[in-house]
């Protein structure tokens, strides 16, 4: 039976095994779980689908989240890219698309696959999204990836956190670039140790990365951080198909992600009391929500001290 962990573990054992971590995981997760890897495999497949049906949906004209404070941009990128226009190539363009399309209909409250959290969830369907699409990769491919993601998350949600509110965003959107950048790398014929090297480079990567979430909301700047999310997990997945190793073992990268989040102050881990949510204009989309004191961190008008009549 596997711990999860540790990432050394995963790709130590496939490799001794001549197999890929998705199938040990698989294999793992079947004897656990005493479900047949048939079973295990459909509710993957049910997954993707809903995966992919939230980037068709979020890709649409007309998304805005239930608050107004966003919406529409990857209906808007979504026409860059049919233009021509993009800028970094049908890969990444159609990645980055991907991933605010589903960060933009979580926050319309649609049906989205948490992986490994709401706030991350657009990293990991962007990437395999833009593969399935650009690349051609067989879609039972990517399914089974998914197998490798969760082993992935499991880990570091095991030994350190996957939840902004104590680790921060580098635990969120850290684990899900994670979680992708190791898919990335199994889809396209890289080893189980190309694979950790791929989530170490993510992870350090991202060290420090706080969250801070304007008015509480999983939108500003949430949405954007997934599209920069996936970029990392290419960049990642490329260093390490191309045989470039992290200097910093994975597991010990983990322990520093742990490090980390631990060390950064309560402002910083989802209370929406410091970075971006207490600027000008984050208090001031705080008030356009909620109106004259927010229910989560009771702050009136910077300017009148009261109703925000002075336009502040």
Do not use: W
Request: glycine fraction near 12%; hydrophobic fraction near 40%.
């Amino acid at each position: 039976m596997l711990s999860y962990e540790s990432i050394n573990e995963l790709y130590k054992t496939a490799e001794a095994q001549h197999k890929r971590i998705r199938e040990i995981v698989l294999e793992d997760q079947s004897a656990q779980l005493e479900q047949p890897e048939e079973a295990l495999i459909r509710r993957m497949e049910e997954n993707l689908t809903a995966m992919l049906e939230a980037i068709e949906n979020g890709s649409k004209p007309g998304v805005k989240s239930t608050s107004g404070l966003t919406g529409g941009d990857a209906y808007r990128l979504k026409q860059t890219i049919a233009e021509g226009k993009h800028l970094c190539g049908d890969l990444m363009s159609n990645a980055i698309q991907m991933a605010m399309a589903v960060s933009e209909i979580n926050a319309a409250m649609g049906k989205i696959v948490a992986t490994p959290t709401a706030g991350s969830c657009g990293i990991l369907p962007g990437a395999l999204g833009a593969l399935l699409k650009v690349h051609g990769i067989p879609q039972k491919e990517v399914v089974l990836s998914l197998f490798t993601a969760g082993a992935v998350g499991m880990v570091v949600a095991n030994k350190a956190s996957i939840a902004g509110a104590s680790g921060g965003c580098q635990a969120e959107c850290g684990t899900a670039s994670a979680m992708a950048a190791a898919c990335i790398v199994e889809l396209l014929g890289g080893t189980p140790e190309m694979a950790a090297h791929a989530v170490a480079i993510t992870l350090k990567c991202i060290l420090g990365l706080v969250c801070d979430p304007v008015a509480g909301l999983v939108e500003i700047p949430c949405i954007k951080r997934n599209a920069s999310g996936v970029t990392l997990a290419f960049t990642a997945a490329e260093l390490a198909l191309a045989g470039i190793k992290s200097a910093i073992p994975v597991d010990e990268t983990i322990e520093s992600l742990k490090r980390v989040g631990d060390g950064l102050p309560a402002s910083l881990r989802e209370t929406a009391q410091g970075g971006l949510a207490i600027t000008p204009t984050g208090q001031a989309f705080e008030r356009q929500v909620f109106g004259t004191r927010s229910p989560l961190t009771g702050s009136p008008c910077n300017t009148c001290g009261s109703c925000g009549s002075c336009g502040n």
